[in-house]
């Protein structure tokens, strides 16, 4: 095939793909790891999941309302909100409210941004570029805010201690909660920052793949992946710091004190989380 | 009359279902040192952590320095207060950055101490200057109380709340303590295991148990007279 010539992909010929699972099917089944039925599990999620996408996703493309699709993208940041705080052990109820805020503060103009300055069509709001954009900022800011949230809030509930220390040294819940804080920035951040720095020698980037294999010459797709990485690391850095701020206005009660409800399951009482507070101000082995 | 500087009035704390304290009063005046006996578990660490606003009382007030301890005023109560647990966290990678930490904080900024001062203080607690610029990871439990005692001092903290201090102290450590805390006329309130404090004769003692907090330097006739409720000025 030529180059720049996309490539005309038929339901048979993505039928020959799935043959690809016989081999790890076989595998599994002969070793005895008793994960055939999670691969094929998954295999038809992801096809039934996918296919729906497409379908929605090209009623979408075809109506192609601003406030549809802005309504579309609103939606978006809701469920994956919810989402990420439901697969923690973060209560949805305290954080889902901070959360969100920090997140459309974050979200929005970071995709109006990348809209207006680096996809630059006539319209902003066009389905087909709007859609697949904010997806991708926002399938990775998630990802991040559910690190970024798990951590601090992990951090504050089992190792106190610093946090405590501080506070009694005259420190606002503010400033007495910043270590954890910086940490909870630098475990989201590291593994994209990582990802950034090998992209293109140990890997190749899954949008890039995809444009080239529909005919885009490889120096478009280059840059197209690369406006996008920055975006999503921005996007993903800013959304994780707003997330901890806003979720941080609601985490302390009115003594400092970290706040039970943050948790979905609280544990220990009434007091328990108060206790560990208490007992956390000793320095465990190796802490300084 | 000397001013009261930790009062409890009517106080109960309950950990969970258990009764740690109930309905207790006491009175520790200025520059005095108590201490708090009972076996493990019993509250003496959850009492100290209550005075410094960290554990939910049930009921009662408690005042520190004359201020009644509520979400408003707990901020600057803590700000008086110093509380030493059995291994302090440095919150800082080496021990001059650990002293100056709390001068970073809005309430304490534009007081830091220069380096002379905090040599001082920790020569006080025979701690020698070259500390200063050792890993706080480095320190034993001993060092990393007086590195905690010399930056509630360095801090103007009046009040020492001291959770099993001295069980890492060596009998020299303990007695430069002692003797820095009585020259500053401090107020101490400690829990103790040991017999360190049975040896000083300026020592108010108080054994917790069973959510009752009796005085041991009163006679049991005078205990029955207080139905088992404590108060000492």
Known sequence: MAAGSPIGITPLSLLWSYLLLLPPLFISWKWGLSINRKILTAAVRMTVQLYLMGYYLGWIFRLNSPWLNLAWISVMLIVANIASLRQRELSFRTLFWPTTIGNILVFFPTVGFFMLLVVQNTSPFAAQFLIPVAGMLLGNTMRGNTIALEHFFGELRRNPGEYTTRLLMGATPAEASQPYLYSAMRLTTLPHLAVMATVGIVAMPGMMTGQMLTGAVPMKAVMYQLALMIGVFACRFMAAFASLLCARQVAFDEFGILRPEVFYNAGGGKNGPKKQLSSGMNASSGKK | ?233
Do not use: W
């Not at chain 2, 410094?52 to 005023?73: M, N, W």
């Open chain 2, 1 to 233: 009359m000397t001013k009261p500087m930790i009062e409890l009035h009517q106080v109960t704390l309950m950990r969970g279902e258990k009764l740690l304290l109930e309905d207790a009063d006491f009175i520790l005046p200025e520059g005095k040192t108590a201490v708090i006996h009972g076996p493990s578990g019993c509250g003496k660490s959850s009492l100290l952590c209550a005075i410094a606003g960290l554990f939910p009382v049930q009921a009662g007030v408690i005042r520190v320095d004359g201020l009644e301890l509520t979400p408003r005023t707990a901020s600057e109560i803590r700000c008086r207060i110093a509380y030493i647990p059995q291994e302090p966290l440095m919150c800082a990678d080496h021990v001059k950055d650990a002293l100056e930490l709390p001068f970073t904080f809005k309430a304490h900024a534009g007081k830091k101490p220069d380096e002379k001062q905090m040599t001082e203080i920790l020569e006080q607690l025979c701690l020698p200057s070259s500390i200063l610029h050792r890993e706080s990871l480095n320190l034993s439990g001993g060092e990393k109380q007086r590195v905690a005692i010399a930056r509630a001092v360095l801090l103007g903290k009046t009040i020492f709340l001291a959770d099993e201090i001295t069980s890492s102290l060596d009998a020299e450590s303990r007695e430069a303590v002692q003797a820095l805390l009585r020259s500053r006329n401090y107020t101490l309130l400690a829990s103790s295991h040991d017999a360190f404090f049975l040896s000083s004769g300026d020592v108010l003692h108080y054994r917790l148990g069973n959510g009752k907090l009796l005085s041991e330097d009163k006679t049991p006739a005078d205990d029955a007279d207080d139905k088992g409720k404590m108060e000492v000025c």
